[in-house]
């Protein structure tokens, strides 16, 4: 017959006060953080608590001060690296304020995003930060808000929210890369989003749900109309998605009548099917196509040539949004703010003249 051996009892406040020798009310106090105690006695609770190995009940400790000490986090898809250095730069700045974090992925899709943001809610986090699918579908965000969990945006803004934001410069990053294009002669530059729609085509970038896909698509359609250069709109492509849709896409602009000699992708994933298409192809860069992508993510630096990028300060941006809302939290009494993050384009080879064929 088996031993049976009884699980271990968890070590509770009690027990630590005993140790330490001071009151339950005076060791519940240094343990969860919350009122006045001398130097002396926090140190004696503190080497009690390590000493017999104290673990905080963090049920018991929100219901006693009305905090959790948690963070929630929605991102649209944490495989993107744009996503990743956010969700650090947002984790280390938590982590040295005294905050836990728990991390849902919404893969872009409303539903899913809604049923994350609930189920942080029921988890009593003390504020949120997420990067909303849809900037036109905000019922579940101002529900959020109506409960009055402490809010931020990241990476995209709904201004008629009310809530602090952090994203990049994304019109002003777009132009920047569409004037290089032009600066070396393209006149047919294409722009490819993943963003998901019915049709691959757009009839009014006014209607893009993503707030940062639609600055982007304002900023590259505004120079090539400044340059003089009609239906530049026919050029902007959505819904690549995956490999398969993303080899579609191109496949779709390449056999037609006047191709791309140039593509822009919205962000490093796009970017990386879209070097795997030429590749596939048969087609290469920058001899065919000029290219370049949106975040300096590891890949681009590694490919044969090495792709031009808009590097984007994802890290700061996600430190940005969690002291945001960690000034909120500890009780600060701020304006909202739109704040955005600078970018620049790191130019490397992935960028030449167009084709002597090309006309």
């Not at 280390?92 to 728990?102: C, S």
């Not at 984007?312 to 940005?320: D, I, R, S, T």
């Amino acid at each position: 017959m088996e031993n049976f051996v009884a699980p271990k009892r968890s070590v509770t406040v009690a027990d630590v006060a005993k140790a330490a020798k001071v009151s339950k009310a005076t060791a519940a106090r240094v343990l969860g953080g919350y009122g006045v105690v001398s130097d002396k006695i926090r140190v004696q609770v503190m080497a009690a608590a390590t000493a017999l190995d104290y673990r905080p009940n963090e049920l018991a400790r929100s219901m006693t001060t009305g905090k959790s000490g948690i963070i929630g986090v929605v991102v649209g898809d944490i495989e993107n690296a744009f996503f990743s250095l956010a969700v650090r730069g947002i984790s280390d700045v938590a982590r040295v304020a005294g905050f836990n974090v728990i991390i849902a992925n919404s893969g872009e899709e409303l539903d899913a995003e809604k049923s994350a943001v609930d189920l942080l809610i029921g988890k009593r986090v003390d504020g949120l930060i997420v990067t909303p699918s849809r900037c036109d579908r905000m019922e579940h965000l101002q529900d959020v808000r109506r409960v009055g969990v402490p809010l931020v945006l990241f990476d995209r803004s709904i201004p008629e929210l009310g809530v602090d934001s952090v994203t990049g410069d994304d019109r002003d990053a777009a132009i920047a890369a569409t004037r290089h294009l032009l600066e070396v002669g393209h006149r047919r530059i294409a722009y490819i989003s993943a963003l998901d729609a019915d049709n691959d085509q757009i009839t009014d970038s006014r209607q893009l749900s993503n707030s940062a896909v639609r600055e982007r698509v304002e900023g590259f359609l505004s120079v090539l109309t400044d340059a003089g250069l009609k239906n530049a709109q026919h050029y902007v492509r959505l819904g690549a998605t995956d490999q398969e849709r993303t080899d579609a896409v191109l496949k779709r602009l390449l056999e037609e009548v006047s191709p791309p000699t140039a593509l822009v992708a919205s962000d490093s994933l796009i970017g990386l099917r879209l070097f795997r298409s030429l590749q596939s192809f048969g087609l290469s860069i920058p001899r065919d196509l000029s290219m370049i992508s949106f975040l300096d993510a590891d890949w681009t630096t590694v490919t044969t040539p090495p792709i031009t990028v808009v590097d984007q300060p994802v890290y700061e941006m996600g430190k940005k949004a969690a002291e945001r809302l960690i000034s909120r939290l500890n009780g600060k009494e701020l304006p909202v703010e739109r704040a955005t993050v600078k970018t620049s384009l790191i130019q490397r080879g992935s960028v030449a003249a167009p084709p002597p064929t090309a006309s």
